[in-house]
């Protein structure tokens, strides 16, 4: 059991670029979160999964998109990557039965020039 | 939305001395209550976690508290050891809701550090 898998680990983008990060979580678990952290600060929700098929912005969505690809993987999009954008992404996944735990990947260490 | 206060920022203890960590919260409706380690460049790590219909729920040396009425509620952490030197993350949710998942409301952390 892998748990949370997340890729990249680690990824530098200049201003403008895009790029996806990857998220698949093997626990059968129904929903998915993408949270970011900033340095010093709580986690905050960027989007969420409740089930496969549906998506729902978080606290702070703007400048990114998601996709449920399937009950396993949940990926976040940046389409035009800004500076304020530098920040630690965490993809996390509960199983709805389990009343809420959630487990996180590994993170996605992520500067943008 | 739900809002949650997170106190102290930074706490600093003498190895075998307790630790307490407050948080309050917002929404009457939260359910669930889990506290999360994180230690430097790693992800959080679900600690303990407790429900709105329980008051106390310890596990070896922590333990959580939970007050409904004044929506608030502590992480414990007796006998401190070095290695509990991490930040500690509270959170809030309401847990069990099928069309909307459970959203998870974090506190901004507490830094705490273990003196030997």
């Known amino acids: 059991n892998a748990g949370v898998t997340q890729t990249p680990k680690f990824q530098v983008l200049k201003t403008g670029q895009s790029m996806t990060l990857q998220c698949a979580q093997d626990m059968n678990h129904n929903s998915m979160y993408w949270y970011r952290q900033d340095p010093g600060m709580g986690l905050r929700l960027i989007y969420y999964?409740?089930?496969?098929?549906?998506?729902d912005k978080g606290e702070v969505p703007n400048g990114y998109n998601v996709s449920r690809l399937n009950k396993r993987e949940f990926s976040l999009r940046l389409e035009s990557a800004a500076p304020s954008q530098t920040s630690v992404y965490f993809c996390?996944?509960?199983?709805?039965?389990?009343?809420?735990?959630?487990?996180f990947g590994p993170g996605t260490r992520l500067t943008v020039l | 939305g739900e809002n949650v206060e997170q106190h102290p920022s930074t706490l600093s203890v003498q190895e075998g001395d307790s630790a307490v960590i407050k948080c309050t919260y917002s929404d009457s409706a939260s359910n669930y209550f889990p506290w999360y380690k994180q230690e430097l460049g790693k992800r959080p790590q679900l600690i303990i976690d407790i429900r709105s219909n329980v008051g106390e729920k310890k596990d070896q040396r922590i333990a959580v508290t939970l007050n409904k009425t004044a929506k608030h509620f502590s992480l414990h952490i007796t006998e401190t050891q070095p290695e509990d030197s991490a930040v500690y993350f509270c959170a809030a949710s309401v847990a069990g809701r099928e069309t909307s998942g459970s959203r998870l409301t974090f506190g901004e952390g507490t830094q705490l550090t273990v003196n030997p």
């Open positions: 999964s409740a089930s496969e098929g549906t998506t």
């Open positions: 996390a996944s509960t199983r709805i039965r389990a009343g809420g735990k959630q487990f």
